[in-house]
Protein backbone atom coordinates (compact mmCIF):
# COMPACT_ATOMS: atom_id res chain seq x y z
CA UNK A 1 0.00 0.00 0.00
CA UNK A 2 1.42 3.65 -0.83
CA UNK A 3 1.81 5.85 2.15
CA UNK A 4 3.68 8.39 4.36
CA UNK A 5 4.81 5.94 7.27
CA UNK A 6 6.46 8.45 10.28
CA UNK A 7 8.36 6.33 12.81
CA UNK A 8 8.47 6.58 16.02
CA UNK A 9 4.70 7.32 17.07
CA UNK A 10 5.87 8.53 20.78
CA UNK A 11 9.77 9.84 21.22
CA UNK A 12 11.11 10.63 24.50
CA UNK A 13 14.50 12.75 25.14
CA UNK A 14 16.22 14.59 27.91
CA UNK A 15 16.54 18.81 27.75
CA UNK A 16 19.82 19.30 25.90
CA UNK A 17 19.41 16.31 23.33
CA UNK A 18 19.53 16.72 19.28
CA UNK A 19 16.75 13.73 18.06
CA UNK A 20 15.72 13.40 14.74
CA UNK A 21 12.57 11.82 13.26
CA UNK A 22 11.84 9.82 10.36
CA UNK A 23 9.46 10.57 7.42
CA UNK A 24 9.34 8.04 4.67
CA UNK A 25 6.66 8.28 1.74
CA UNK A 26 6.22 5.49 -1.49
CA UNK A 27 4.23 7.48 -2.84
CA UNK A 28 6.68 8.63 -5.45
CA UNK A 29 5.78 12.56 -4.78
CA UNK A 30 8.36 15.48 -5.48
CA UNK A 31 7.31 17.61 -2.13
CA UNK A 32 7.37 16.60 1.40
CA UNK A 33 6.62 18.57 4.53
CA UNK A 34 7.30 18.98 8.58
CA UNK A 35 4.30 20.46 10.85
CA UNK A 36 4.29 21.37 14.08
CA UNK A 37 0.85 20.76 16.40
CA UNK A 38 1.12 22.30 19.98
CA UNK A 39 -2.65 21.31 21.85
CA UNK A 40 -5.96 23.00 20.29
CA UNK A 41 -3.94 24.57 17.45
CA UNK A 42 -3.55 24.08 13.91
CA UNK A 43 -0.56 23.00 12.12
CA UNK A 44 2.80 25.40 11.64
CA UNK A 45 4.88 24.67 8.32
CA UNK A 46 8.47 24.18 10.01
CA UNK A 47 10.42 22.99 6.81
CA UNK A 48 9.42 21.79 2.92
CA UNK A 49 11.20 20.49 0.30
CA UNK A 50 9.83 20.78 -3.40
CA UNK A 51 12.84 18.51 -4.97
CA UNK A 52 15.90 15.91 -3.96
CA UNK A 53 18.91 18.09 -2.14
CA UNK A 54 16.97 21.16 -1.97
CA UNK A 55 14.61 22.73 0.73
CA UNK A 56 13.14 25.81 1.96
CA UNK A 57 12.47 27.12 5.43
CA UNK A 58 9.07 27.48 6.49
CA UNK A 59 7.27 29.85 9.59
CA UNK A 60 9.28 28.59 12.01
CA UNK A 61 12.28 26.69 11.21
CA UNK A 62 14.55 28.18 14.08
CA UNK A 63 15.86 25.00 16.07
CA UNK A 64 14.81 22.70 13.31
CA UNK A 65 17.15 21.17 10.95
CA UNK A 66 16.40 18.78 7.58
CA UNK A 67 18.27 16.77 5.17
CA UNK A 68 16.58 15.86 1.29
CA UNK A 69 18.74 13.05 -0.14
CA UNK A 70 16.60 10.60 -1.05
CA UNK A 71 13.08 11.36 -2.81
CA UNK A 72 11.55 9.28 -0.75
CA UNK A 73 13.08 10.01 2.98
CA UNK A 74 12.86 13.72 4.48
CA UNK A 75 14.22 13.27 8.12
CA UNK A 76 13.49 16.31 10.78
CA UNK A 77 16.37 17.34 13.85
CA UNK A 78 14.99 18.64 16.57
CA UNK A 79 18.15 20.57 18.11
CA UNK A 80 18.92 21.13 21.37
CA UNK A 81 18.45 25.02 20.32
CA UNK A 82 14.91 24.25 19.98
CA UNK A 83 13.31 26.18 23.36
CA UNK A 84 9.92 24.27 23.37
CA UNK A 85 9.96 21.17 21.19
CA UNK A 86 7.39 18.97 23.15
CA UNK A 87 5.02 18.92 20.46
CA UNK A 88 2.93 16.62 17.74
CA UNK A 89 5.23 16.05 14.83
CA UNK A 90 3.86 15.87 11.32
CA UNK A 91 5.06 15.07 7.67
CA UNK A 92 3.40 15.14 4.34
CA UNK A 93 3.89 14.89 0.91
CA UNK A 94 2.58 16.21 -2.75
CA UNK A 95 2.63 15.90 -6.24
CA UNK A 96 3.82 18.96 -7.19
CA UNK A 97 1.95 19.79 -10.36
CA UNK A 98 2.97 23.00 -11.79
CA UNK A 99 0.43 25.33 -11.39
CA UNK A 100 -2.41 23.26 -10.31
CA UNK A 101 -4.00 22.03 -7.00
CA UNK A 102 -2.84 19.45 -5.26
CA UNK A 103 -3.57 17.77 -2.06
CA UNK A 104 -1.00 16.74 0.62
CA UNK A 105 -0.72 12.87 2.23
CA UNK A 106 0.30 13.14 5.84
CA UNK A 107 1.47 10.83 8.32
CA UNK A 108 0.18 9.64 11.18
CA UNK A 109 2.77 11.87 13.11
CA UNK A 110 5.00 11.36 15.94
CA UNK A 111 4.31 12.77 19.31
CA UNK A 112 7.89 14.22 20.96
CA UNK A 113 7.84 15.01 24.80
CA UNK A 114 10.74 16.61 26.25
CA UNK A 115 11.68 15.36 30.09
CA UNK B 1 -2.32 33.88 1.64
CA UNK B 2 -5.89 34.97 2.58
CA UNK B 3 -6.79 34.18 6.03
CA UNK B 4 -9.99 31.91 7.16
CA UNK B 5 -12.60 32.57 9.92
CA UNK B 6 -14.52 29.32 11.25
CA UNK B 7 -16.47 28.74 13.94
CA UNK B 8 -14.25 27.29 16.47
CA UNK B 9 -17.22 24.19 17.59
CA UNK B 10 -20.35 22.91 15.80
CA UNK B 11 -22.44 19.91 16.93
CA UNK B 12 -24.45 17.49 14.37
CA UNK B 13 -27.12 14.70 15.02
CA UNK B 14 -25.83 11.45 13.45
CA UNK B 15 -27.64 10.95 10.23
CA UNK B 16 -28.42 14.70 9.49
CA UNK B 17 -25.63 17.05 7.15
CA UNK B 18 -23.74 18.78 8.46
CA UNK B 19 -23.14 22.20 7.29
CA UNK B 20 -19.36 23.80 7.93
CA UNK B 21 -18.97 27.63 6.82
CA UNK B 22 -15.65 29.31 6.26
CA UNK B 23 -15.39 33.28 5.12
CA UNK B 24 -12.52 34.04 3.37
CA UNK B 25 -13.45 37.93 2.18
CA UNK B 26 -9.66 38.15 0.93
CA UNK B 27 -9.73 35.28 -1.12
CA UNK B 28 -7.45 36.45 -4.29
CA UNK B 29 -8.22 35.18 -7.88
CA UNK B 30 -5.86 32.86 -7.96
CA UNK B 31 -6.40 31.17 -4.57
CA UNK B 32 -8.01 27.78 -4.35
CA UNK B 33 -10.22 26.83 -0.84
CA UNK B 34 -8.99 23.48 0.14
CA UNK B 35 -10.76 21.41 3.12
CA UNK B 36 -9.39 18.97 5.01
CA UNK B 37 -10.09 17.69 8.58
CA UNK B 38 -8.18 15.95 11.68
CA UNK B 39 -9.34 13.22 13.62
CA UNK B 40 -7.98 13.30 16.73
CA UNK B 41 -4.32 12.45 17.29
CA UNK B 42 -4.06 11.72 13.90
CA UNK B 43 -2.81 13.32 10.60
CA UNK B 44 -4.97 15.78 8.69
CA UNK B 45 -6.64 14.22 5.80
CA UNK B 46 -7.70 16.19 1.99
CA UNK B 47 -11.51 16.01 2.06
CA UNK B 48 -12.20 18.24 -1.16
CA UNK B 49 -11.09 21.60 -2.78
CA UNK B 50 -12.39 24.13 -5.21
CA UNK B 51 -12.20 27.19 -6.81
CA UNK B 52 -15.26 28.83 -7.90
CA UNK B 53 -17.84 26.24 -8.74
CA UNK B 54 -19.38 24.00 -6.55
CA UNK B 55 -17.94 20.56 -6.02
CA UNK B 56 -18.80 17.59 -4.80
CA UNK B 57 -16.83 13.88 -3.91
CA UNK B 58 -17.73 10.74 -2.31
CA UNK B 59 -17.05 12.30 1.09
CA UNK B 60 -18.53 16.19 0.77
CA UNK B 61 -19.74 18.85 -0.98
CA UNK B 62 -18.28 22.50 -1.36
CA UNK B 63 -20.72 25.42 -1.91
CA UNK B 64 -18.94 28.67 -2.56
CA UNK B 65 -20.54 31.82 -3.04
CA UNK B 66 -20.49 33.57 -6.47
CA UNK B 67 -18.06 36.35 -5.06
CA UNK B 68 -16.30 33.65 -3.44
CA UNK B 69 -15.97 35.16 -0.37
CA UNK B 70 -17.48 31.99 1.48
CA UNK B 71 -17.69 28.61 1.13
CA UNK B 72 -19.49 25.38 2.94
CA UNK B 73 -18.67 22.31 3.52
CA UNK B 74 -21.64 19.94 4.05
CA UNK B 75 -21.65 16.03 5.02
CA UNK B 76 -24.32 15.18 3.49
CA UNK B 77 -25.25 12.25 5.94
CA UNK B 78 -22.74 12.49 9.24
CA UNK B 79 -21.92 9.58 10.98
CA UNK B 80 -20.24 9.36 14.56
CA UNK B 81 -16.80 8.84 12.57
CA UNK B 82 -16.70 12.46 11.13
CA UNK B 83 -16.23 13.86 14.54
CA UNK B 84 -13.13 15.83 14.05
CA UNK B 85 -11.48 18.97 13.49
CA UNK B 86 -12.29 20.69 10.32
CA UNK B 87 -9.82 23.38 8.56
CA UNK B 88 -10.71 25.85 5.96
CA UNK B 89 -7.44 26.54 4.00
CA UNK B 90 -7.19 29.42 1.02
CA UNK B 91 -4.19 28.93 -0.94
CA UNK B 92 -2.71 30.02 -4.10
CA UNK B 93 -1.48 27.86 -7.24
CA UNK B 94 1.58 26.04 -7.91
CA UNK B 95 3.20 26.74 -4.53
CA UNK B 96 4.58 23.62 -2.49
CA UNK B 97 4.47 25.97 0.49
CA UNK B 98 0.77 26.31 0.28
CA UNK B 99 -1.60 25.65 3.12
CA UNK B 100 -1.44 27.30 6.19
CA UNK B 101 -3.68 25.57 8.98
CA UNK B 102 -5.79 27.72 11.24
CA UNK B 103 -7.51 26.31 14.36
CA UNK B 104 -10.58 24.75 12.50
CA UNK B 105 -13.71 23.87 13.70
CA UNK B 106 -14.58 21.27 16.05
CA UNK B 107 -17.66 19.09 14.74
CA UNK B 108 -19.07 16.49 17.25
CA UNK B 109 -21.32 14.37 16.15
CA UNK B 110 -24.16 13.79 18.63
CA UNK B 111 -25.56 10.08 18.56
Known amino acids: DGGITQSPKYLFRKEGQNVTLSCEQN?????MYWYRQDPGQGLRLIYYSQIVNDFQKGDIAEGYSVSREKKESFPLTVTSAQKNPTAFYLC??????????????FGPGTRLTVL | DAKTTQPTSMDCAEGRAANLPCNHSTISGNEYVYWYRQIHSQGPQYIIHGLKNNETNEMASLIITEDRKSSTLILPHATLRDTAVYYCIVSPLGSARQLTFGSGTQLTVLP
Open chain 1, 92 to 105: ASSNRLAGGPHEQF
Open chain 1, 27 to 31: LNHDA
